[in-house]
């Protein structure tokens, strides 16, 4: 296991997992436990060689897992990895096509941005932040894009607004794409389903509900694409974003808010007595 | 003559805390008990016990005190029976056939199964002697009571024996479906660490299909493989209203509780779970009654389980049906719901039921419930837990060329043998018989067990 922190609270980690580095296409993700108390967290495989055996992924410090696997110490295992889940994405060559990343959903655009590269399509990728010292994978995307922008929400890199707002802006300007993918916070990945609606382009969403299993077998992960229950862990993460019911996702997602806030105070209170 | 009375945890601790409700006969108790078996020439328990267990030998042994010879004589033919003296259906399968039940009361065979299973462990288990290694290796998918019976009765015939198993803990149903108060971990742990210590190894954090496939189990050198997947897919309602906050899958609910621990959040687990004042339970079978067993001890101050049929039609055991409603669960029959309501913030609020009536029986002999028109009324919850059933998983169908499923997506199998229609590939457990019993899959996985000693060795 190696930890590495790329942006404040952003965190890259490697993990020794020869089974799941053979298998892992883009699209696919993984679940990990942090410990043998650990709740099951999913985490999107973000690069992986399956030659050495490893795998990637990048995390943001939001609650008690993510906290536990930011403090785990060199050398130290994380207590679950299995994987790969999910359906791998479909590949095609589509001609120019806009990869989004939102925040640390840039995570999950960085594969796909590859793939689609190596497929053979004229890959532009837009990447946002809050502010510049959050941008991360910048040097990544500049290896698989065509083109890169840059938006941050305070304006101090790039462009001042959200990836939707500037990708907005590019389609405005005349820019044509034969296919979008979007990965981020619920309400960017509406946003960016909301804006190329009108044009009519082919827009693909990785999806983030709560997990559990991930292997189909607790529907806790269900979500509605076109009037249909659909299991996110079997069935996506990657969905048609002009068919997703965006509100449902949101409310469900906030199913334990309140829950995961005393968990937080309670773990954060005790590694405050231990440090 | 009535039966000795099995101890109980008092109603008052049981309804707060997830501690075993049954708590087993003492020596004296199981002596007592088994000093009424009439040792019956013909003894129909026998014939009712999927397994063959010699019954009446066993409880025999139990009235001279000899416990040693009754585990002995359990043993050989149920390799889980600490597991399955606590969850199997005895009132249909032994019990139900006992000459006893006629005018009084059955023997309480479920009972004494489970005592000479907890002395023996309490005792430590014994390892039984292997056959001689065969240097050929067994690949079981799965580690549900089908797989782990199969693995052991593969490692005692001298295979070399690999479990994957999806999850983090092996033990599948019995660890991650039934609650702590009717089977503890505890026990599971056991049988599971029994299975290991015959060398059995069990690889969790593997999705066969996922991870790896069935083919290329075959090319890692395995020469047959036993699929025991188990029916893990929770079917749903299909209502408007189903995705709302506050509603769960049986099987979501039960994995956060049972395998997660989320009873013990947030002190000593990380995995919520959300149960309000008025929960509301869909189904009317185990799978039911566990979960609305479980909302009533997480603190939900009205259960009520609603069943289309009526308490006759109830497919849960009856010592559970009993310890529910001694509990304060309460039952609605006749009921079905129709959808359900939400409030603006997207959490469920109400449940829309229709009342039934019942018709001609269905294809399962029960009578067919129908709605009566008109007849619509609402109860309010804020958590609902669905437990109408659960399908097989399509995962390793999906994944394995030339593996025939029947409609309802069970795996199909030759009944003699349980391969499937690919060779060398084996499977039985509820993935072949849809949702049924731990004793059916146990008793499956004993004889895929056999049916590979004799593909592989040839005897
Ligand atoms: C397919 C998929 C891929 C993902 N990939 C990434 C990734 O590459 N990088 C990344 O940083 N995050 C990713 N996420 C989100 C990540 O799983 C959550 O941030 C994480 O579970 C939060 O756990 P926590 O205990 O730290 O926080 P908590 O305090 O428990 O939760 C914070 C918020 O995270 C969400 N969440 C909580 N539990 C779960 C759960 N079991 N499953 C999913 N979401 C949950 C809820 O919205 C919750 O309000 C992904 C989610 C999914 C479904
Ligand atoms: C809540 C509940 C209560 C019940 N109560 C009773 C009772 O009181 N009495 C009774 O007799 N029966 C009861 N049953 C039914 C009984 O538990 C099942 O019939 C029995 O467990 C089936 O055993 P199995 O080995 O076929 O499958 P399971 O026990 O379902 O085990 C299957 C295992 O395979 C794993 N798996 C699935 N897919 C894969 C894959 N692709 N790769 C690797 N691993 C995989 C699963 O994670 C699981 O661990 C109950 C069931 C439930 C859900
Ligand atoms: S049927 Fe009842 S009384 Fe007869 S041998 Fe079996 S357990 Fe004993
Ligand atoms: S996470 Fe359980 S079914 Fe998808």
């Known amino acids: 296991m190696l930890l590495e922190s790329i942006a404040p609270r952003i965190h890259q980690l490697v993990v020794h997992a020869p089974l799941i580095a053979k298998k892992a296409r883009p699209g696919q993700f993984v679940i990990l436990r942090a410990d043998a108390r650990g709740e099951r967290i999913p985490l999107t495989l973000c690069d992986w060689s399956s030659r050495d055996g490893w795998v990637k992924m990048i995390f943001q410090e939001v609650g008690v897992t993510t906290k536990k696997l930011a403090?785990?110490?060199?050398?130290?295992?994380?207590?679950?990895?299995?994987?790969?889940?999910?359906?791998?994405?479909?590949?095609?060559?589509?001609?120019?096509?806009?990869?989004?990343?939102?925040?640390?959903?840039?995570?999950?655009?960085?594969?796909?941005?590859?793939?689609?590269?190596?497929?053979?399509?004229?890959?532009?990728?837009?990447?946002?932040?809050?502010?510049?010292?959050?941008?991360?994978?910048?040097?990544?995307?500049?290896?698989?894009?065509?083109?890169?922008?840059?938006?941050?929400?305070?304006?101090?890199?790039?462009?001042?607004?959200f990836v939707s707002q500037l990708l907005e802006k590019l389609l405005e300007e005349g820019k044509r794409f034969n296919y979008v993918f979007a990965a981020g916070p619920v309400p960017m990945m509406r946003a960016v389903a909301e804006v190329t609606k009108p044009y009519g382009i082919k827009t693909v969403v990785s999806l983030n509900p709560i997990m559990v299993d991930g292997t189909g077998m607790c529907g806790s992960c269900r979500v509605t694409v076109g009037g249909v229950r659909r299991f996110c862990c079997v069935d996506g993460p990657e969905f048609d974003a002009h068919q997703v019911d965006f509100s449902e996702l949101m409310s469900r997602l906030s199913m334990y808010v309140e829950e995961e806030g005393r968990a937080l105070a309670l773990y954060e209170g005790a590694s405050f007595d231990e440090g | 003559m009535k039966?000795?009375?099995?101890?109980?945890?008092?109603?008052?601790e049981r309804v707060r805390t997830f501690?075993?409700?049954?708590?087993?006969?003492?020596?004296?108790?199981?002596v007592a008990e088994a000093s009424r078996c009439l040792q019956c020439e013909?003894?129909?328990?026998?014939?009712?016990?999927?397994?063959?267990?010699?019954?009446?030998?066993?409880?025999?042994?139990?009235?001279?005190?000899?416990?040693?010879?009754a585990v002995e004589v359990v043993r050989e033919r149920n390799s889980l029976p600490a597991i399955c003296g606590r969850v199997c259906p005895q009132e249909n399968q032994c019990e139900g056939r006992c000459a006893l039940g006629k005018r009084g009361d059955a023997i309480n065979i479920g009972g004494l199964e489970r005592f000479v299973a907890d002395w023996e462990l309490k005792r430590g288990l014994r390892i039984p002697e292997k056959a001689e290694p065969t240097g050929k290796a067994v690949a079981v998918v799965g580690s549900g009571p089908a797989g782990l019976t199969a693995a052991a009765e593969l490692a005692k015939f001298g295979f070399e024996v690999v479990v994957f198993e999806a999850l983090h803990k092996p033990g599948g149903v019995l660890t991650y479906g039934i609650p702590e108060f009717r089977l503890p971990k505890s026990v599971v742990e056991a049988e599971v660490d029994y299975v290991k210590k015959l060398g059995v190894d069990i690889q969790t954090d593997v999705v066969v299909g996922k991870t790896i496939t069935i083919e290329e189990l075959f090319q890692e050198g395995y020469e047959a493989v036993f699929v025991a997947t188990g029916a893990g897919l929770p079917n749903f309602l299909n209502v408007p209203g189903e995705n709302l906050c506050g509603i769960y899958s049986a099987n979501e609910f039960l994995i956060r509780i049972n395998l997660?621990?989320?009873?013990?959040?947030?002190?000593?687990?990380?995995?919520?779970?959300?149960?309000?004042?008025?929960?509301?339970?869909?189904?009317?079978?185990?799978?039911?009654?566990?979960?609305?067993r479980c909302a009533l001890r997480l603190g939900a101050r009205e259960t009520t389980v609603i069943y289309r049929r009526t308490e006759r039609e109830m497919p849960?055991?009856?010592?559970?049906?009993?310890?529910?409603?001694?509990?304060?669960?309460?039952?609605?029959?006749?009921?079905?719901?129709?959808?359900?309501?939400?409030?603006?913030?997207?959490?469920?609020?109400?449940?829309?039921?229709?009342?039934m009536r019942l018709g001609k029986p269905d294809e399962s002999g029960r009578r067919r419930p129908i709605p009566v028109e008109g007849s619509d009324f609402r109860i309010p919850a804020d958590t609902v837990v669905v437990a109408i059933g659960q399908s097989p998983?399509?995962?390793?169908?999906?994944?394995?060329?030339?593996?025939?499923?029947?409609?309802?997506?069970?795996?199909?199998?030759?009944?003699?043998?349980?391969?499937?229609?690919?060779?060398?590939?084996?499977?039985?457990?509820?993935?072949?018989?849809?949702a049924a019993t731990v004793i059916s899959a146990m008793a499956a996985g004993k004889k895929a067990a056999n049916s590979i000693k004799k593909a592989l060795l040839g005897s």
């Open chain 1, 71 to 161: 403090s785990l110490k060199p050398g130290e295992f994380v207590e679950d990895i299995v994987g790969p889940l999910g359906t791998p994405a479909e590949i095609a060559q589509y001609g120019t096509v806009c990869v989004v990343g939102g925040g640390v959903g840039a995570a999950a655009a960085y594969p796909r941005a590859k793939s689609l590269k190596q497929a053979g399509n004229e890959v532009v990728a837009i990447i946002g932040a809050r502010s510049s010292e959050y941008v991360i994978l910048e040097e990544s995307f500049k290896g698989v894009c065509d083109e890169l922008f840059i938006a941050t929400d305070d304006g101090s890199r790039g462009f001042k607004g």
């Open chain 2, 393 to 434: 998983n399509p995962l390793i169908p999906r994944t394995t060329k030339g593996l025939a499923v029947s409609k309802k997506g069970t795996i199909v199998v030759d009944p003699e043998t349980l391969e499937t229609t690919v060779r060398r590939v084996y499977a039985g457990g509820d993935i072949v018989t849809g």
């Open chain 2, 42 to 69: 013909k003894p129909l328990c026998v014939e009712g016990c999927p397994v063959g267990v010699d019954i009446p030998l066993f409880i025999k042994y139990v009235a001279e005190g000899d416990f040693e010879s």
């Open chain 2, 19 to 30: 501690k075993e409700v049954a708590l087993g006969y003492t020596e004296e108790q199981a």
């Open chain 2, 260 to 292: 997660m621990e989320a009873y013990k959040f947030p002190h000593e687990s990380d995995t919520p779970i959300k149960v309000g004042d008025k929960a509301i339970v869909v189904g009317g079978g185990n799978v039911a009654l566990d979960a609305a």
């Open chain 2, 3 to 12: 039966r000795v009375p099995m101890p109980k945890l008092p109603l008052e």
């Open chain 2, 316 to 355: 849960a055991r009856r010592e559970e049906y009993a310890n529910a409603l001694e509990e304060g669960i309460r039952f609605k029959f006749l009921t079905q719901p129709v959808g359900f309501e939400g409030d603006s913030s997207g959490w469920v609020r109400e449940v829309k039921c229709v009342r």
